[in-house]
């Protein structure tokens, strides 16, 4: 018989791997527009801004964001004011409808204010872009956004379909991040997907000494991708003690199924 004492700790320690299991759970800033792409027949589009992990189903309080805006070949336009509160999977999130008026490649970026994580005892900002083409323009979707970090899409990031291939660059402040790791998760919508065991909820990539990888999308719909750095600077918990911050750099993209005639 094992004793007590014993099976107390090891009743602690089976805990313990539970908590850092659900903990580790990956975070993405959300930016999901409902149409991926623009033509004549529906010329606006309702973005879903949210903090979740996408395959799972679960959210986090999204405040709302620091700033909000769009870019085109034309500059950018701050959107931030015309935000409103809705929920996502009973958290707090914001939507916005935007109506595109002329053809371009539009990218769009939310910059969060600070999240704390108890679990991982620092605060998160996500940088999110997605790249929504309108009336079929197709320049300019390589461009940078000019954030602290991002992922540039050296894969036209539409008009592909599931089973293509994304590559894309890591930057921190502009420059290559080399070997950095980006996790990559499936926006299961309608938890229509179940995982085969927990390491397929989050895939992970490895970027190259150019900070480029590449990553094969299986299924048709949102994949994101985030890459994580560690920022230079601290903010301090709601203890008042400065503690480190995640910096992600996240890209959404959609990949549709093919269509029989």
Known sequence: MIDRKIA????LAVAGCLFVSTSAMAHFGMLIPDQPIVDQEETASEFLLAFSHPFEGHA????KPKKFKVLTNAGATDLTDELQQTRYLEQSAWKMAYTFKRPGVYQFIMEPQAYWEPAEDLSIIHYTKVVVPAFGDDEG???PAG???????????FGNYAGNSFTGQVLV???PSANAEVEVEFYNQNQRYAAPSDYHVTQVVKADANGVFTFTCPLPGWW???????ADYTIKNPEGEDKGVELGAVFWTYFTAPQTK
């Open 8 to 11: 107390g700790i090891l009743q």
């Open 147 to 157: 954030l602290p970090t991002e992922i540039v899409p050296l894969t036209r990031p």
């Open 141 to 143: 979707w390589d461009q």
């Open 224 to 230: 994101g991708f985030a890459a994580l750095t560690e």
């Open 60 to 63: 986090m309080h999204l405040a």
């Open 173 to 175: 402040q502009g420059k």
